[in-house]
């Protein structure tokens, strides 16, 4: 799932997780570091909003090993997102080179397990160019994972105002 913010994908990906799952679980890739705040209180909110039938694990950067060593657990992974890992992994340091490599692995990762995965990530290019140098990158690098994940992708979903508009669709037990 891919599209602006608050464009309906978190919601999308979960209920179709929910109609079509029974094992899920959620990978988190936004840390709660702003404890008892707004940040705090939107994950607290998401996490009701999913319910117990969900497993939530929280994965800011080791997202592909994550993958890997939960994808025989569940029926279902829903990652969210991969912008907010993109995010996490520039604020370590990593470079656009080291993002992309991680994209790689994590792309190596979905195809080898056995359950279905649904990526949600933010569509951050269609914008104007940020002034200044990190956002830059950051818009940059989002997007080069975002088409990584895309090309690899059997289905690919672009949100726009809460409406699913499939842009890509091959037939296969990966989303």
Do not use: Y
Not at 7 to 24: I, L
Not at 128 to 141: T, Y
Not at 147 to 168: E, F, H, L
């Amino acid at each position: 799932m891919t599209g602006g913010c608050r464009s309906g994908k978190s919601t999308f990906a979960m209920v179709f997780a929910d109609r079509s799952f029974k094992q899920k679980i959620f990978m988190a890739t936004c840390p709660a570091q702003d404890q008892g705040q707004e940040m705090a209180q939107r994950i607290t909110e998401h996490q009701k909003a999913r319910g117990p039938e969900w497993q939530t694990i929280e994965v800011p950067t080791a997202l592909p090993e994550a993958v890997a060593t939960q994808g025989s657990k569940a029926d279902v992974i829903l990652v969210d997102c991969l912008t907010l890992w993109v995010s996490n992994l520039l604020a370590e340091g990593a470079s656009q080179k080291k993002i992309l490599a991680h994209s790689d692995a994590l792309t190596k990762a979905i195809h080898k397990v056995p359950c279905s995965v649904i990526l949600v990530s933010n569509e951050v290019g269609c914008g104007i160019v940020p002034e200044n140098r990190l956002a830059r990158l950051f818009r940059d690098v989002a997007g080069l994972v975002n088409q990584k994940v895309a090309a690899s992708a059997n289905r690919v979903v672009w949100m726009v105002a809460g409406i699913p508009v499939t842009i890509k669709h091959t037939f296969s037990r990966h989303l």
